[in-house]
């Protein structure tokens, strides 16, 4: 029986229950298991529940040592800006030793971070950085967009060999929505159809899933029918669902919260240049954050990002529907 | 009781000939240069100079205590049982590579043979090794995991952070720092602080409260006795240590760095061809830990000229053979680069 949660509810749920599946799955991370009281402690113990320092080359180094023999640990990063002071384990550690090892190891971790922050929280700690992840063979990274995917993506995350970047978005936190009970995976690599349309196909992560099927709405009563597809995992990336999908309508717009030339928007938009370009017919549109870093104060934060009027705006752009759009 | 009473005449002649076949190992790598110039590609570190630390340490282990090296870690398989021609055939990038020659010199793992893996990136394996003590802690397995780096390492983050976090966790890891003088191409002396100021490395122990101790490196049986306490140390749960273990590198950090056409060949040592202090590198060779502990063990009996001049044969053969492995060994088939990725 699905149940109605949280996206955090959702995620902590799916840890939860792989933890009580498999005891080599471990938890830890900073500020986390701080007293007898808390509830993964009492359930879980020391051994398995663990607080770190301030250490994050550390607290993924020793991740990936353990993995490497026998464990499946969970890091809890809270940001992913936080994995930026310890890169040469996330990009060219954890990736890398099963390659290097000619397939003798492997590497199951799961780096767990909130990204895309858009709430004020300025230059340091609400990026979109999944684009570094995604570009580095070796690295899986999910994106889920709703509870159910975010329960879903974690159970697969937990369980997959390889060493996988969970990106949970801040803003989603508190979204309720319905989630199947027990052992409700997902596997990587596989879109999800989150709005079916014949007129133009929308692609689109995390937050901005939310923000594209409020503008399809919002279109629908203009009469527009707007496909949007969330690819829920980035690496693998699920071209071919994306790729039918502008086979049938012809006209796409990528919507991404991160800057333009650090988006996923850009690596889709060159495989559908590659591989239907002759369906096309309009140009690719991109609506991404500006290439700034996040500002500040809400007006500057607001012009940076994207939404549902800019959204409405270049999809009508496609669709030569708005004389005056760019 | 004293370290060569406890090891026994067997041992000790095991660990005199571990110390040979690593040093055998190294002068073939070295000779490839000369001999097959371009079967080596890219950068390779040798070991020599470290034959008695290496083994030294590595007496002490249980069977299956994961030993965790850095990217200059062709000595530590050779001494676990991992078949030298086949890291030969690895360095030399071919198909019968440990590694399937997806990895090279910096890059060795054999996992069968308590060898996790390696990284070529200074440091960062101290947390690895970190690591695996937290598997060998939550699984209570018994192991002990023997982390080795450099004197290079110990100023990066991912030492500190590591040794902090292993000390409050109380992980069973001896954390073992090779001081050879040189980090890279830079003496020592240019960038330690503890160095500076007249005081041994393993001072860094102090700031998280666990052991440190300094060794002479080029002694097996004192290097034995450190880690032992060490070893010991962390099976009963006590936690980490680290012990300093001084040698000097006999090579250069690593074949010169050419750009193709021109063949990698092997330069000369630091001290002579950037600081020139010939002397430096003289008394180190004078001190050489391989005829010093064959002198001994003839010198206490344990050992004749005879029985040492068949263990040396012996290693020969060994290497010779694991050349010519190497050089017959085929190159792997182009398209598979495309696996490993993932699982």
């Known amino acids: ?326 | 009781m004293q370290p060569a009473q406890q090891l026994g005449n067997d041992r000790l002649i095991w660990m005199y000939t571990q110390m040979l076949r690593i040093r055998e190992f190294e002068e073939r790598v070295k000779r490839t240069f000369v001999e097959h110039p371009g079967v080596i590609r890219g950068h390779t570190h040798l070991g020599d100079g470290a034959e008695a630390s290496i083994v030294g340490a590595l007496a002490t282990r249980n069977d299956g205590d994961p030993v965790m090296p850095s990217y200059r870690c062709h000595g530590y398989p050779i001494v676990l049982g991992t078949p030298t021609n086949r890291i030969m055939a690895e360095l030399y990038g071919r198909r019968d590579g440990l590694c399937k020659g997806f990895g090279g010199s910096m890059h060795l793992a054999d996992p069968a043979h308590d060898f996790p893996g390696t990284t070529g990136i200074i440091g960062a394996g101290i947390a690895h090794a970190a690591g695996v003590a937290l598997t060998a802690q939550v699984k209570r397995t018994g192991q002990v995991v023997y982390s080795f780096f450099g004197d290079g390492s110990s100023k990066q983050g991912a030492f500190h952070e590591s040794l902090n976090l292993a000390a409050v966790w109380r992980l069973p890891v001896v954390f073992i720092l090779e001081n050879n003088e040189y980090q890279a191409y830079t003496h020592v002396g240019l960038e330690d602080a503890n160095y500076v100021a007249g005081q041994p490395l393993s001072k860094k122990a102090e700031a998280y409260s666990i052991p440190g101790a300094t060794v002479d490196g080029t002694d097996p049986l004192a290097v034995y006795e450190e880690v032992k306490r060490a070893a010991d140390r962390a099976r009963a749960g006590h936690g980490p240590s680290l012990i300093e273990s001084k040698f000097y590198r006999l090579s250069a950090h690593g074949n010169a760095i050419t750009v193709p056409p021109v063949p990698t060949q092997f330069p000369k040592h630091e001290s002579i061809e950037v600081y020139g202090r010939k002397a430096e590198f003289e008394a180190a060779k004078a001190n050489d830990p391989i005829p010093k502990f064959r002198d001994k063990l003839v010198g206490g009996g344990i050992l004749t000229d005879t029985q040492a001049g068949e263990i040396e044969n012996k290693v020969r053969e060994e290497m010779d053979e694991a050349v010519r492995f190497g050089l017959a060994s085929p190159l792997p088939q182009p398209e598979d680069a495309l696996k490993y990725v993932f699982t």
């Not at chain 1, 159910?148 to 060999?161: V, Y």
């Not at chain 1, 693998?236 to 988006?263: E, M, Y």
């Open chain 1, 1 to 326: 029986m699905p149940k109605e949660m949280m996206y955090g509810e959702a995620i902590a749920t799916a840890i939860i229950e792989e933890m009580q599946r498999d005891p080599d799955v471990i938890f830890y991370g900073q500020n986390m298991g701080m007293t007898e009281r808390d509830p993964m402690l009492k359930m879980f113990g020391k051994d398995r529940i663990r607080i770190t320092p301030i250490s994050e080359t550390a607290e993924l180094g020793v991740a990936i040592g353990a993995a490497l023999t026998g464990l499946r640990p969970i890091v809890e990063l809270w940001m992913s800006e936080f994995m930026l002071v310890a890169f040469d384990q996330v990009l060219n550690e954890a990736p890398r030793l099963r390659y290097m090892s000619g397939g003798q190891v492997k590497v199951p971790v799961v780096f767990k971070a909130g990204y895309g922050f858009a709430a004020g929280w300025a230059g340091q700690h609400s990026n979109s950085l999944y684009h570094l992840f995604m570009g580095t063979p070796g690295l899986k990274v999910a994106l889920p967009s709703t509870p159910a995917d975010a329960k879903g993506l974690m159970k697969a995350a937990i369980r997959d060999d390889n060493p996988v970047v969970y990106l949970q978005h801040f803003l989603l936190t508190l979204e309720k929505g319905d989630v199947p009970d027990g052992d409700y995976v997902i596997p990587f690599g596989v879109a999800d159809i989150k709005r079916v349309g014949s007129d133009v196909t929308i692609v689109a992560t995390g937050w901005m899933v939310q923000k594209s099927l409020m503008a399809a709405e919002t279109l629908a009563k203009e009469g527009i029918s707007a496909e949007v597809i969330d690819p829920r995992t980035i690496a693998p990336l699920d071209v071919n669902s994306i790729v039918n999908s502008v086979k049938k309508t012809g006209h796409v717009v990528l919507v991404d919260q991160a800057p333009r030339h650090g988006s996923v928007a850009v690596v889709i938009a060159g495989e559908i240049a590659e591989h239907a370009f002759s369906h096309l017919k309009a140009p690719v549109r991109l609506v991404t954050a500006a290439d700034t870093p996040v500002p500040f104060s809400e007006p500057l934060e607001k012009y940076v990002l994207p939404d549902e009027d800019k959204i409405i705006q270049a999809v009508k752009s496609v669709l030569q529907r708005h004389a005056t759009a760019v």
